[in-house]
C-alpha cells in the first residue's frame, strides 16, 4: 500500500468524535445550514457548544456533537487550523447550497459521492482510521466485530499509538457496522433502526447472526460520473503519470476498486466505458497482457463538477428511474 495515511508519520488516529452515534438522516444539511448561517459570524463553530445548540438542531448534546463530526469527515464543512472559523466548503454547496443538488441525499449519486470523501483517504479531510482500513486494507470477506477489532489494535501497536484502549476501538467499530450495515425490519421495533444511517443503503455490509459480509461486486447504483470523479481523485494523489494500472486501480490502498468494493469483472467493466463517459480523457489499454487506463488530459475540478451535476439532472427527468 503506497499511499496510505495511517503510515504517515505525522497521522493522528481517528477512533472517536461522533459520540457512538453513525451519521443519520438529515444531518449534513441541518450542519451546512448553520454554519452557511453564520458563515460571518465571529467563533461561529460555537454553533455546535453554545446552550442553544440543542434547540437549534433538534437533538442532545452528544448528537449535535456527532453532528458536526460527519459533517467535518464529510468535508460539508470544514475548520480554519488557525482562528477555528467554520466555513462551508465546495462539496457542501455542491449538494446542499441554495443551488444544491441533492440537499435530501434522495439520489444514490449523493451517498456514494459522500462514501468516497469518507473512505477515499483525501488528505483535506479527517481519515477515520475504521472506516478507511476497512474499506482499503481489510481483506476478510466474512467476519465478526471482533476480527476487525483485533486488526485494528495490532495496527496500532505497529504504529506506536499511545492510548488507544480495545474499548474505544469497540465502540468505533460498533458505530461502523451500525453505519454502513443493511438489515431488514422484521417488525415495527427495529425498523427505525435498520434505517438509521443513510449509508445503509449502498449494501457494502450485511450481518447475520453476530457476522459480517462485505459485499464485493456490481454496484448498479454507483454513477458513472461518481466513478470517473472517483478514479481523477485518486490519479491526482498518486502524480503525473501518464498510465496506471489495473491493480493500482483495482488493490491499491484508496483506489476506487477498494473504496467502492468492485470485484475486477466489475472494474473492468467500468473502465472499459471511461472513453465514452469522460469524452476521451481517460482511455482503457489491454495489449500484450498490460492492462492499464490511459490519461490524454487532466480532468478540471469544473470538469469533476460538471459529471457529477450531470448525474443528478439524469435522474431528476420525467420518466427517468433512479
Known amino acids: 500500500m ?4 495511517l503510515f504517515n508519520e505525522d497521522y493522528r488516529p481517528l477512533f472517536s468524535g461522533h459520540e ?6 438529515g444531518w449534513l444539511k441541518k450542519a451546512y445550514d448553520a454554519v452557511a448561517a453564520e458563515r460571518d459570524t465571529a467563533n461561529n463553530k460555537r454553533i455546535f457548544r453554545d446552550d442553544s445548540a440543542i434547540a437549534r438542531f433538534g437533538v442532545g448534546k452528544n448528537m ?32 446542499f447550497g441554495a443551488e444544491g443538488v441533492d440537499p435530501y441525499l434522495e439520489n444514490p449519486a449523493a451517498l456514494w459521492y459522500l462514501h468516497w470523501l469518507l473512505c477515499s483517504g483525501e488528505p483535506v479531510r479527517p481519515v477515520k482510521t ?5 474499506f482499503n486494507h481489510f481483506t476478510a470477506v466474512n467476519f465478526r466485530r471482533e476480527d476487525i477489532i483485533d486488526g485494528l489494535l495490532k495496527l496500532a501497536e505497529e504504529r506506536s499509538w499511545r492510548r488507544i484502549s480495545r474499548m474505544t476501538i469497540r465502540r468505533d467499530v460498533e458505530c461502523f457496522i451500525r453505519m454502513y450495515e443493511l438489515r431488514s425490519a422484521g417488525n415495527d421495533d427495529n425498523a427505525e433502526e435498520a434505517l438509521e444511517s443513510p449509508f445503509s443503503e449502498l449494501g457494502l455490509i450485511r450481518g447475520l447472526h453476530g457476522f459480517y459480509h462485505l459485499v464485493r461486486g456490481p454496484k448498479p447504483t454507483l454513477p458513472n460520473g ?4 472517483a478514479l481523477n481523485s485518486f490519479w491526482n494523489r498518486l502524480g503525473t503519470s501518464r498510465t496506471l494500472s489495473f491493480e493500482m486501480l483495482a488493490h491499491e490502498s484508496g483506489s476506487p ?3 467502492f468494493l ?7 467493466d467500468r473502465l472499459l466505458a471511461l472513453e465514452d463517459a469522460t469524452r476521451g480523457a481517460f482511455r482503457w489499454s489491454e495489449t500484450v497482457g498490460i492492462k492499464q487506463v490511459l490519461r ?7 470538469e469533476c463538477a460538471a459529471f457529477l451535476r450531470k448525474e443528478f439532472e439524469t435522474a431528476a427527468a420525467p420518466g427517468v428511474a433512479l
Open 2 to 5: 503506497l499511499h496510505c495515511p
Open 257 to 259: 476498486g477498494r473504496v
Open 64 to 95: 449535535v456533537a456527532s453532528m458536526r463530526h460527519w459533517a467535518s469527515c464529510t468535508g460539508i464543512i470544514e475548520e480554519d487550523s488557525a482562528s477555528g472559523q467554520l466555513a462551508t466548503t465546495n462539496v457542501g454547496d455542491f449538494l
Open 20 to 25: 457512538t452515534f453513525p451519521l443519520r438522516y
Open 130 to 134: 475504521t472506516w478507511f482500513w476497512v
Open 226 to 229: 461518481v466513478f470517473v470523479v
Open 296 to 302: 490524454n488530459r487532466t480532468i478540471s475540478e469544473e
Open 262 to 268: 468492485l470485484d475486477e469483472s466489475e472494474l473492468g
